[in-house]
């Protein structure tokens, strides 16, 4: 009886241990930094297919959003911070409900429109200057298997697959890489947009493969984001690998640990 009362406390101690575990990784989650992984070449190549980072939640306040399944008991933002153009966001999408990661383009009263893929702010173009091209590989990337898109046509399964590599410049003077794949395309050319007060205007950096802002969230864009679905900013890269297992240690890019985002 003795030895059965011992295993039987063993086994609540345990079961305390785990559930108290799990309480101060969901507390430490919500309120300081979530783990998030790429899944896809919208941000190439500021960031890549699985890269791994922690979103800084710390950054922009908390919403409802911030909490796991969008419990938190509260509405709109509390603690709130503004974010600022340039910044690297990771976002609840309204319609889709799943996380999304796009550079902050469009602040609340500013006008946004590409013309010929160049992005005009209040009416000013954010030049762009060359810088090269991207170069990788043509083959499946990531758990997910996605093939990249290529500026240089179809090269083949293990061709070298490139794009046409840009500094944009921002009105306050933050740089960042941007990508082309094609001229002309769906979003080079765009209406006026009108950001409204309380909303963002997000893009990607690989801006011929990005679900955006530039497109209607009830067509799989993003549209103008109200600041309730601001999670955090995502400042550096902790971990990176190329293949489809994060354990694959031979595909892990160790260039890329604990590189920042810029």
């Avoid at 950054?59 to 600022?84: L, Q, T």
């Avoid at 070298?160 to 941007?178: A, D, M």
Wanted: contains cysteine; negative net charge; hydrophobic residues 40%.
């Amino acid at each position: 009886m003795a030895k059965s009362g011992k295993a039987e406390g063993g086994i609540v101690e345990t079961i305390k241990t785990v559930f108290w575990a799990l309480v101060i990784a969901g507390i430490f989650r919500t309120l300081f930094f979530q783990p998030f992984w790429i899944p896809s070449e919208s941000m190439k190549d500021t960031l890549l297919i699985g890269d791994f980072l922690f979103v800084n939640k710390m950054a922009y306040g908390y919403s409802k959003y911030s909490c796991p399944f969008a419990m938190c008991p509260f509405e709109d933002r509390i603690f709130a911070s503004e974010p600022e153009r340039g910044d690297v966001v990771v976002f609840r999408h309204p319609v889709a409900g799943t996380d999304y990661i796009k550079r902050l383009i469009g602040l609340p009263g500013d006008t946004i429109q590409v013309k010929a893929g160049v992005v005009y702010i209040n009416g000013v173009a954010a030049p762009q200057e060359p810088a090269g091209t991207f170069s990788e590989i043509y083959e499946p990337q990531g758990p997910m298997r996605n093939l990249p898109q290529c500026e240089n046509g179809a090269v083949g399964a293990g061709g070298t697959c490139t794009k046409s590599r840009f500094i944009e410049t921002l009105p306050e003077g933050q740089k960042h890489s941007v990508l082309n794949i094609r001229d002309g395309g769906p979003g080079d050319d765009t209406p006026l947009f009108t950001v409204p007060e309380g909303n963002y205007f997000f893009m990607g950096d690989n801006r011929d493969n990005s679900t955006d802002s530039r497109y209607d969230p009830r067509a799989g864009g993003v549209g103008m984001l109200p600041a309730e679905y601001l999670i955090g900013r995502a400042d550096r890269v902790i971990f990176s690998s190329a293949g489809s297992r994060m354990l694959y240690f031979w595909t892990w890019r160790s260039d890329r640990f604990f590189k920042a985002i810029e």
